[in-house]
């Protein structure tokens, strides 16, 4: 079953609009409790990190649920196509100390810098840095296999090794309930998937 899309933007317009998708998609799937919760709450970390992604930014926002062996596999999708305002990010960026994009904290603050520099990817400099970001978020080689995966990056840390990360995870609200988060790479647009198995 795949809900209608929701158009949503960074000044969050749609944001009601995709929650009330939300409730109707647990409905209509019998999801109750503590589930429907959960549901909830990964739409609400997929839509915030939207908000001022880029300036103009829109996407297609929509949920999915697929009947597997295991249980109900859910699954909350934003899609949007690539496009060109880096003239502009870098006229913002310069007011900045650093000259930096500070906003990179937690798994969520990740996944979104993700997000936000795939879309603007022209080059094959570009797709380098997006390689560097993925061996930096714990997935070496994501550009050339497509998509960073959560799972693959909680596989890849310990307390030991990399305990600011693991930190990071652990306070991660999406990192406690998604069973899995993809950022797929593609030539001209790119997805983030939140999956959720629902077991009855």
């Excluded at 697929?66 to 859910?74: A, D, E, F, P, S």
């Excluded at 909350?76 to 870098?90: G, P």
């Excluded at 990360?165 to 939140?194: N, P």
Aim: aromatic fraction near 6%; charged fraction near 25%; proline fraction near 2%.
């Amino acid at each position: 079953m795949k809900t209608d899309v929701i158009k949503i933007n960074s000044a969050i317009e749609g944001h009601d609009a995709a929650m009330q998708t939300a409730e109707k998609f647990s409905v209509y799937n019998n999801i109750t409790g503590k589930a429907a919760m959960h549901i909830r709450l990964l739409t609400e970390e997929m839509i915030s990190m939207v908000h001022g992604i880029l300036d103009g930014f829109s996407g297609d926002f929509w949920l999915e649920s697929i009947q597997t062996k295991k249980g109900l596999l859910c699954r909350i999708c934003l899609s949007a196509d690539k496009f060109l305002n880096k003239e502009q990010e870098s006229k913002i960026l310069s007011v900045s100390t650093s000259g930096k994009n500070q906003n990179v904290k937690g798994i969520m603050g990740k996944i979104r810098e993700l997000f936000r520099q795939s879309l603007q990817a022209e080059s094959s400099e570009d797709e380098r840095f997006l390689t560097n970001m993925a061996d930096a978020m714990g997935q070496p080689g994501m550009a050339g296999s497509s998509y960073w995966s959560l799972q693959a990056y909680r596989q890849s840390i310990s307390p030991k090794s990399k305990p600011e990360e693991w930190d990071e995870l652990e306070k991660s609200i999406i990192a406690k309930i998604a069973d899995e988060v993809k950022v797929w790479l593609r030539s001209d647009a790119t997805e983030i998937v939140i999956e959720k198995l629902i077991t009855q």
